[in-house]
């Protein structure tokens, strides 16, 4: 330092002296709360991830098991991250977790420190003494973006986590004890049943390094997870318990002690543990878990490359680096903590959504269960699509857009691999789960090219949706394209497959029209009217059809458990043209019926009896009968920018963001889902939001945010400002798209990718 | 053919016209016979391969389970090989098979054509109506190298197989049938129980290409073979049914008729039909189906690259011109046709031990399920080192050099690759079976050293081998270094370790001295001496000792079921100290006691109560007390070299080869061993043996070839030539060594290496 003083005299920095020091930076990461959404059914996880990483390293609290008694098990559903914060006691640190699902999986590679004598199983909940688990306080709890911290009562171990992409990184400081131990438990799984592994397979390759993997036949129904096992001190000795209750063939291997010492295990259901011996107060043992979709290999690879060193502090400053990075995609100003807190918790949830899959190396396992290697992309995984689709893909498009290619070209490698010709519908690790319903990777590649931020064959692309879209096999498809409609005698869930049929084939007319294929384009702007099929005009509803044409007698539009929707009742549904609302306010009778009728939405009584229907339902995430918890009406509250009231959308959005996000663990009204719920949020809180992906425009709502700057790729920069903004004044104004007024309450996504300024006014009286 | 008469006018070839034309080489295929050693304990197959080629395609006669009742079923042992002579019916064909083990496992990707309405069940063997499989006739079975026919009755239909080393072949000539099948039964395995498929994994790629994998948990813990599937006709029609009782997380997927034309399967258990619809008299149905160790994309690579075409009898063709190529290897006179045929086909079956496991570019399954690839040498797979390190082995360096190096290469590779730090003891694909006792690598690799065929790191391989001698865990081993032999009170099989671990040392000795390395020879030429303290003088047998040093009370030289011996009595395990013959019979009072000592084994009577102790003998592997069957007293025969009358190995050697080798199914009197007792044929008719590999000796015995020429490497030609043979004239007279009369009847290895003649004269008497 005092070389550097002479050096400053000399070549005094008049230009900094002339304006002030720029202000660094704010401190975003503060804001991203993980915990909100692990209480009740927002199915978020607390732990440690970094921004789209391939490691979400979080604790697990349960472990039910899907299946009791040969049956579905309902109790599991509150699990499907792993973490429920009622829960008095933590199984064990997890490398894997789903954000926000209603359907699960992973749960991989379950870690625990203890002290005391060598407990191999988990125990219960009410008596975690009777086993390796720990009761926890939340007041010993910290859970920021890339770092969680519990202290783990029962063996007053201080659990502290932190990833890079592809590595869990643990740091568990132990207290004086004569005995501590770490079990590796390759049992243990999220929504898990014991025939659930296919097959586990470890090497103690030797006193610090473990490798292995775990192969399930879960959601995935053939996934492979291979880890590599480092850590900071070396074992003193270790063991494992095979709990298969057969093991023919091993004859020979009788002669060796396997259960001590041994380096080489398989089987269906193994336990290991690692000795360390006595502990002083305060010495730690570190632990660093790589993952990969491919090998073991590829997991040492991976640890190589991105945790060579063993500083727990470094690694934390790196991923809440990469954090800060992230969330600065969208700079937000609010007076109130609290609303940035629920912005960038949103962004946070928003971008753990969809995960990395691959290797350093670019290898990845394909859905054709071969290694193949991601050329000119990084290949992502974790595609929820029938959410996130909606807002999702959308908001990575504005700012993640080179994230949004890659996956798109993820996608169209799915489509390569798939033996069924077919974009994915819900795919996770190289398999495809075919949850929920509709082909919406569709309006995802759709979009994509739309908006001309696709980096690949378009042309090949768009061939991959309509063959999609032409799988006459898939679903009541072949009726659909024969009929126009999905006839509910013939497959279930008629009417929402049909309404979101149309939707997606919208979004391939509009590709078509952007590349010039006319023949294409016509095919599927015809395909996307079939919408109009199930519209009963006599009672203004979409309505089951049968096979002969009729509309099915018995029906009542607010039910959740009509089998012609899914995840939505008739009344929600009746909403979704989303691409051509104007269309079908027209037909509901012109905005003098249909503005009412979209205010009753809100505003009516839901009977409760609707509520003991389904699970996946709570008052929670429910406003009259607008269903915010899920998402086929995500889109209602904007519909009213097609009537002679847009007004109406703007205090409508500013409730529904009040009512449906705040902080807390119980802070999410339903599941996240991959980022869907979050990238509602998001949108809506800027004032505008996607209706129709693919269509080009964006629908204006009304800004939370008092003024905003986003990063929409290539260095520019799109900036929202907010006048007169305050919790009353919830009506636009005025709005200014780079200086010119806005007429239509909408904006064209293109000059918002262009970067350049939205002004908006506001004030507390509709502006007529 | 018209333009070629002029030229031969023009230039008229003299040379030719001065000598006769060379003699066509003599078909050696047609001798050797693949059914031999299909009845009662051979443990061979009769199906089509090339040489150590990765397919063996081949019949297999019934569908026993490993466990009945929760138990080992013995009956599943005769079944090693899948087929049995005995058997009424024909399940199908599948794809891999082990040559004469005495434990199995494979069986892969059973395919059966059928016609009639589709049976997914094999059926029975009395009532094979009841399934798919077939009744059918040895008068229409043929068995050849690389090539297979038989009339499938029930089906009417004529099936062939042949192949090349990755790729199986099927030729399906189908009568005038209403409805045409194939099955491809993925449940139906070799020792096969319904837990054994850890996963099986289906695709449909195309109406006539199929790919896949099996993934099993048998002999082989974690076993994976992948293949790729080419059908001549496009079938009309696919269907499957999966048998797994469990099935849940498939929620969304029963939207779904996977039964009938559903291209992505995954499950335990799980049989594929294919639907030709009706066929005409004569019309064929050919199959490809290639095998990788790696992936499915490795299998249609290695399916391209060997098989792009579709004509059977080329294949056939390409596939016995490889076994003529092989089996000139040696050739040999004989006025006899059965000599021939004994000797080709023992030739036949030492070529089919050992395979090739790696796909066409090198790349392989690691025994840490890691895929590496071979450089600078071919991966082999399937050592069953406890039989064949005695010589097979050493038959591969005389006549298959190149090969031989390569497999220690693999055996090194997996070392390298080993958790236990350990080479092979009983291992294929990628995984260590621990079967048998020893490691019997070590003469395998330290052969090669010694006889300078070691195109390799040759100290890193013998410290491999010291290694490997150094495991202190491994099966008494740290007893045996610390206290000289192995104690029967801390580890069974005590005497017969003692004595293995003494020759593997001696192995080590012999290569430390070839590199030079004097402290690791003395340290393995001490060890080599262990074999001293089992050796109980007061009764002139190898006795159980314990730890406190005394040898076990109760003992009884005759009995198979003593448990300090493994696969021998402790006579036959007493004449096992090959590497120093001579101590052994001084310790033994000398020749005056030795020689009508070992006269005994071979004309004793052995109680029958001994063959009712243990399943692997029976009267047809034993002369006397001489058990040829199993493998420890091998070399026995040859011991009377080392005495004073060493003339008398001749007519025991004779008799043996006369005794448990002939034609037919039941013309092997044990399991072949992976061709351990096939290469002893081969040996013992030329009139050597290898009694301790790494000695660099042979030692004589009598020839019962008229004469032969061994190709043994880089063009060069070892030639044994035989006057006055006959049957009685058993005796060695003389014999010359490169026109040298040898003195003491022992062979130098190197010396038969370098090419040269060995000419035997015979006779009816001893010559003393």
Not at 206 to 213: A, C, I, K, P
Not at 265 to 291: C, N, W
Not at 351 to 366: E, L, N, S
Not at 673 to 701: K, R, T
């Amino acid at each position: 330092m005092k070389h550097l003083l002479p050096a400053l005299l000399l070549f005094p920095c008049v230009a900094v002296a002339q304006r002030p020091a720029p202000t660094p930076p704010e401190n975003l990461v503060q804001y991203a709360h993980p915990l909100v959404g692990t209480a009740k059914m927002g199915h978020t996880y607390p732990g440690a991830t970094v921004p789209f990483g391939a490691v979400q390293l979080s604790p697990d609290t349960d472990t039910l098991s899907y299946e009791q008694n040969g049956k579905y098990n309902p109790e599991i559903y509150s699990y499907c991250a792993g973490y429920q914060y009622k829960d008095p006691t933590i199984v064990g640190f997890s490398h894997t977790h789903f954000s926000g699902t209603g359907h699960s999986d992973l749960g991989d590679f379950l870690v625990m420190p203890t002290t005391g004598p060598l407990q191999l199983n988990p125990g219960t909940a009410d008596k975690p003494q009777s086993g390796y688990r720990s009761a926890y306080s939340h007041a010993t709890e910290v859970a920021e973006p890339a770092y969680y911290k519990v202290r783990l009562a029962d063996h007053n171990i201080l659990a502290e986590l932190t990833a890079t992409t592809r590595v869990g990184i643990h740091q568990y400081t132990f207290p004086q004890a004569d005995e501590s131990h770490l079990i590796l438990d390759l049992m243990a799984g999220i929504y898990n049943y014991p025939g659930k592994n296919t097959w586990t397979f470890v090497r103690v390759e030797n006193d610090s390094l473990v490798t292995g993997y775990r192969q399930t036949n879960g959601w995935g129904r053939t996934r492979t997870v291979y880890f590599a096992l480092s850590f900071s001190k070396p074992f003193k000795q270790y063991g494992s318990r095979n709990y298969d209750q057969k093991q023919p063939y091993r004859g020979f291997w009788g002669r060796f002690d396997q259960a001590h010492n041994w380096p080489d295990l398989a089987g269906h259901q193994l336990r290991l543990h690692f000795d360390f011996g006595p502990t002083t107060s305060g010495q730690q043992i570190k632990l660093k878990l790589a993952l990969s979709p491919v090998s073991t290999a590829g997991a040492r690879a991976n640890l190589r490359a991105e945790a060579p060193g063993w500083n727990f502090a470094d690694y934390k400053r790196q991923g809440q680096a990469q954090w800060q990075q992230e969330l600065s995609k969208i700079t937000i100003r609010s007076p109130r903590r609290v609303d940035k807190e629920n912005f960038y918790t949103a962004m946070y949830h928003a971008f753990t959504g969809t995960t990395i899959y691959q290797d350093v190396d670019g290898q990845y396992r394909g859905l054709d269960q071969n290694n193949h290697t991601a050329k000119d992309f990084t290949n992502y995984t974790t595609f929820s699509l029938w959410d996130t689709y909606r807002a999702l893909h959308p908001l990575y498009n504005l700012v993640q857009p080179r994230r949004n290619a890659d996956m798109v070209q993820s996608m169209l490698a799915h489509f390569d691999q798939s033996a069924e010709h077919m974009l994915p519908v819900w795919s996770h690790y190289a398999n495809e789960n075919w949850c929920m319903i509709g082909y919406h990777s569709v309006p995802v590649v759709c979009e994509a090219i739309v908006l001309g931020n696709a980096p690949f064959d378009q042309n090949k692309a768009l061939d991959a949706c309509a063959t999609t879209a032409r799988q006459r096999w898939y679903d009541g498809l072949g009726l659909y394209i024969d009929k126009g409609y999905v006839p509910e005698d013939k497959n279930g869930a008629s009417v929402s497959k049909t309404l979101e049929y149309a939707f997606d084939d919208y979004c391939i007319a509009q590709a078509a029209k952007k590349l010039g294929r006319p023949d294409l384009e016509q095919e599927f702007r015809q395909r996307a009217t079939n919408w109009q099929n199930v519209y009963d005009a006599r009672i203004g509803f979409m309505r089951p059809r049968l096979a002969d044409g009729s509309f099915r007698p018995k029906f009542d539009v607010l039910t959740t458990s009509d089998p012609a929707y899914i995840e939505g009742n008739a009344w929600n549904y009746s909403l979704y043209v989303p691409h051509d609302p104007a269309a079908l306010i027209a037909k509901m009778g012109g905005s003098p019926r249909f503005v009412p009728h979209l205010d009753s939405l809100f505003t009516m009584n839901l009977p409760d009896k609707f509520f003991a229907e389904t699970e996946d339902i709570t008052r929670d995430g429910i406003i009259g009968n607008y269903v915010h918890g899920n998402e086929p009406a995500h889109h209602a509250a904007y519909l009213y920018n097609w009537t002679d009231q847009p007004w109406k959308t703007q205090p409508r959005i500013r409730m529904i963001l009040n009512k449906m996000y705040h902080q807390g663990p119980d802070g999410l009204g339903g599941n996240d889902d991959c980022g869907q719920m979050s990238a509602w949020y998001i949108f809506s809180a800027l004032g505008f939001y996607p209706v129709a992906p693919s269509s080009g425009e964006y629908a204006l709502g009304s800004p939370a945010v008092h003024g905003a700057v986003l990063q929409v790729g290539q260095g520019k920069t799109f900036t929202v400002s907010v006048k007169n903004q305050s919790d009353k004044n919830v009506y636009v104004q005025s709005a200014r798209l780079n200086g010119k007024l806005l007429t239509r309450p909408f904006l064209p996504v293109s000059e918002v990718l262009q970067g350049g300024t939205l002004e908006f006014v506001m004030g507390g009286r509709a502006a007529k």
